[in-house]
């Protein structure tokens, strides 16, 4: 893999002296109202829906945080809950609030809140994990309670995509995802979204007065997003913008050299929970649910191409396994290899030919072999187009980089291959280990749901329903073969997330989820002067 020359910045910088601290949060001892963070990104918010707008809602997740979060380490760590414990069967959650959280607008945050932000997620929000509907939550002073109704081992993966807003706000309003404010809107953490201007493309957090943990340096963080990556990343280097962060990707590898001009920039390379793959429809589409005709495209596909040109070299190919050699319970399974003349042979075998000797094979209906190719990243899209057509197919493709627009098309099964990627997130959630991405009785607007398999399923199920430990680790590796037997998706390179550090700015801590945008990190840099 390709590495850079750059020092890895000694640790992160020593990762902000090993932040590990009961709340999640120290900081300067005085927080500077006149000081401005300014960030650069490439996610644009279309509209102030705090609810209804993907974008704004991760970007604001720093001023209403879940009960739990992801650190460096891609460990959960507390934040709106100081600390909890789960029953012996997985059935009982208790968990006890950390009192630094309160109101921006001067209400105490209470446990009543946890629960109505988990019972207004099950009832408002379209993509709320299903076992809230089921669970029974009771409060007894700052301590919350979640009875479910079956064992769920894995409860954290989807709490740290629950925020905890306010129940005297929220609780008047019945159609979150259409409801549109420019702001304030009222948080819990250092800071609150103070505005939200569409026109002038900037998000204002201001620093919570009410907040009892350390001092913000930064009286107020600014969020500037552009209409390309290359825009964000110029007003970056060009002192517009104090760093850069996207949701759930890394620093574009391909523009990381021009960090190398500036005295102002490193970067810190770390092993990512991300990863990029494949997938298929196995739902309306001959080909996709053709088992044979998945294990030949695994032949067709140049992996070791596809992660220096797509990923700039900043990725390692994926085995079949299909789960990233960084994540809990890997298992290392046979490597994807490329092998044009592999590919060719196993879709002969499967019926495939090319009959007529046009270069095209034919499917077993005697038509053409036409796929069409869905996908959000135009370089890889290319390539994996290409790839596809050496091997004979005849390919239609279709680039949504709009997210809607890949979610419209891939909703409405209009693919036979999607590209895509898992993010941190995607990787936890549901049962884990990507299952929610594949899992047919799973809701989520990234998911293809295109597995319907009893046997699936039901390892999806024992894995939710199994505490850590050798049994778990046994279905995780039973996983993995099934994904390496079965190809619902190939997985085609695992990430290496890079950094942009300025070097003016110290305290830099870095999340396996969400990068520099986390709460820990929003408390604790501050000038290096």
Known sequence: MYQKNHVVFVGILLLTLILVFSSGCIGSSQTDQDAVLKIATPNEITEASYFGNYNFAQMTRVTTPPLVQVDENGDYIGAVAKSWTVSSDGKTWTFTLDPNYQWSDGTSLTADDVK?????????????????????????????????AEPVYRLCGDLVAINIVPQHIWESIDNPEEYINAGPYVGSAAYYVKSVDINSATLVLAANPKWKGGAPYYGTVEIHWFATEDAAIFAMLGDECDTYWKYAASFPTGSVALLDSSDKFTTVETPSLKMSYVGFNTITSDVGGDIAFRKAIVYALNYDELVEISASGYALSANSGFIPNGVPYYKNTTANTYNLDTAKSMLDAAGYKDVNGDGIREDTNGNALTVTLLTRDKVAGELIKEYLEKAGLKVEYKFASDLNAWIELKDAHAYDIAYNGITPKGMMMDSGWAT?????????????????????????????????????????????????????????????????INTEIDGWYISKATGILNEINLVSIHPTK
């Open 116 to 148: 109505f932000s988990l019972l207004y997620t099950a009832e408002k929000i379209t993509t709320s994990p299903s076992w809230i509907k089921n669970a029974t939550i009771t409060t007894n002073g700052n301590v919350v309670t979640i009875s479910l």
């Open 436 to 500: 929610g991405y594949f899992a047919s009785n799973t809701v989520g607007a990234g998911k293809l749901q295109n597995v319907d398999d009893p046997v699936f399923l039901e390892l999806c199920a024992k894995i939710a329903t199994t505490p850590d430990g050798d049994e778990l680790k046994a279905l995780i590796y039973d996983l993995q073969d099934y994904y390496a037997a079965n190809m619902p998706g190939i997985a085609i390179y695992w990430c290496t997330d890079v950094t942009p």
